[in-house]
């Protein structure tokens, strides 16, 4: 019995034993050789700060040590003074934050410091044509007709049969606004003219590479020996984006989290281009009151941009910690996208009394991609709500969709054309509703 309590009592001490040893090893830092996965994963994180021309998005740029052929710019932050578009940027940071930084806000000043839009009209040149007979004559202006193809937008009645399909009226009034903005004078290009699928990436990418070819042909112009590498290594991006045309996945260099910085680029290049708008014409539905009623429309800002991918954020790094983020763009121009916002809903309002809008708010911000997905000033017309009898008989009858147009093309005109602001479009409500939602409408 006694040899018995004693075999325990060693073996009780040899497990104490190993415990102590394995514990002190730790503490030493003995085991970070052996199993460096096990203990280093906070350290794998952060370097991703320094290895970032790894991830998609940015592989196009060459890497620092590719550039110090060219010169002698070893370091990425001056590399990226010269980033083989010939173009200067200016301040950058590392891209990837480490865990539980706040997330990092891109400076709002335009990162592409080189003006690219070889003499493109400015907005307020456009007020000097206020009474020409084509006063819009040099606006290029991307008229974006919601849905198509399988997919039908909101639908009336929710059950099969529908009498009224969301992206028919949006094309059936497409259709009236182009020729009344190209009567004034626009360049008018729309994203879609048939009844098919085109994915919002897609649309997005139609702006991109729209603007990549403008710069470049700007660039060339002035120095047909300039380096725009950078710039053409946008197309083949734009390309996958065309051939997938998936509205999730199928973001390639505009989806993920924050803003790459080919991406970022990118926005700042479009928003030189102070002649261009976007417009994205869309009809709500409200699933719970039919007397909710009349047009809204959508602009995203900065602040909602950064509320919304906070939000992500918060999500994907629960599920993710080793999600990449980018830094959140800040470039847009919040006042000008308002001011559009505003004037649109203003002047259809003034067409068609019966679209003031009724239990809601007129004017909104929402992170939805087509907004973000572009760096020029872009809304989002909810033209009125196919829930709502009255809405409904204006949205589908032709004298109701020639009547939105020409408030729509008003509203256009109002905004190149004049000073002015309307201050009281959105009623006593001077700040707009933030409404964060990702890639609906
Ligand atoms: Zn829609």
Not at 246 to 256: A, E, P, R, T, V
Not at 418 to 426: F, K, L, N, V
């Given at each position: 019995m006694r040899s018995k309590g004693l075999l325990r009592f060693l073996i009780v001490f040899v497990i104490i034993l190993f415990g102590l040893a394995g514990f002190v090893g730790y503490k030493a830092g003995v085991f970070d050789d052996l199993f460096p996965d096990l203990f280093t994963r906070e350290t794998q994180i952060v370097d991703l700060s320094e290895s970032d021309s790894s991830n998609s998005g940015e592989a196009d740029l060459p890497s620092p040590s590719q550039s110090d052929e060219r010169s002698d710019l070893g370091r990425s932050n001056e590399f990226l003074a010269k980033s083989g578009v010939g173009l200067s940027l200016t301040a950058q940071q590392a891209d990837f934050l480490p865990p539980g930084e706040v997330i990092r806000k891109w400076?709002?000043?335009?990162?592409?410091?080189?003006?690219?839009?070889?003499g493109a009209p400015k907005l307020s040149d456009f007020k000097s044509q206020a009474n020409d007979p084509k006063p819009l004559t040099g606006a290029v202006i991307f008229l974006d007709c919601g849905h198509g193809g399988i997919d039908a937008?909101?639908?009336?009645?929710?059950?099969?049969?529908?009498?009224?399909?969301e992206k028919d009226i949006n094309i059936e009034i497409g259709k009236r606004l182009k020729p009344m903005l190209e009567e004034m004078g626009a360049t008018v290009i729309m994203t879609r003219d048939t009844d098919d699928f085109i994915s919002i990436y897609y649309r997005s990418a139609m702006v991109g590479e729209y603007f990549i070819n403008e710069a470049k042909k700007n660039v060339l112009a002035t120095d047909p020996n300039a380096n725009v590498s950078a710039l053409n290594s946008y197309q083949k991006h734009f390309d996958r984006i065309y051939e997938l045309n998936?509205?999730?996945?199928?973001?390639?260099?505009?989806?993920?989290v924050g803003q790459s910085r080919q991406t970022r680029m990118l926005y700042d290049i479009e928003n030189q281009f102070e002649h261009a708008i976007y417009l994205s014409l869309h009809c709500n539905f409200n699933e719970y009151y039919s007397d909710v009623g009349g047009m809204q429309v959508y602009y995203l800002d900065n602040g909602t941009l950064y509320d919304s991918v906070s939000e992500d954020v918060s999500y994907d790094m629960v599920a993710d910690p080793l999600q990449r983020v980018y830094p959140i763009y800040q470039g847009y121009d919040d006042a000008g996208r308002q001011r559009l916002a505003e004037l649109i809903y203003k002047e259809t309002v003034a067409v068609v009394p019966a679209l003031e809008v009724r239990e809601a708010r007129p004017i909104l911000t929402g992170d939805y991609a087509f907004l973000r997905c572009t760096g020029i000033d872009s809304v989002l017309v909810?033209?009125?709500?196919?829930?709502?009898s009255s809405d409904r008989t204006i949205l589908s009858a032709p004298d109701g969709q020639e009547e939105v147009a020409r408030g729509i093309a008003n509203g256009v005109y109002a905004y190149y054309c004049?000073?002015?602001?309307?201050?009281?479009?959105?009623g006593e409500d001077s700040e707009a509703e933030t409404v964060v939602e990702d890639d609906a409408g």
């Open positions: 400076p709002s000043v335009n990162g592409v410091t080189e003006d690219v839009t070889g937008g909101t639908v009336y009645p929710v059950y099969a049969p529908h009498e009224v399909l998936q509205d999730s996945g199928g973001g390639d260099i505009l989806g993920g909810e033209m009125g709500f196919l829930s709502n004049t000073g002015d602001t309307d201050d009281e479009a959105s």
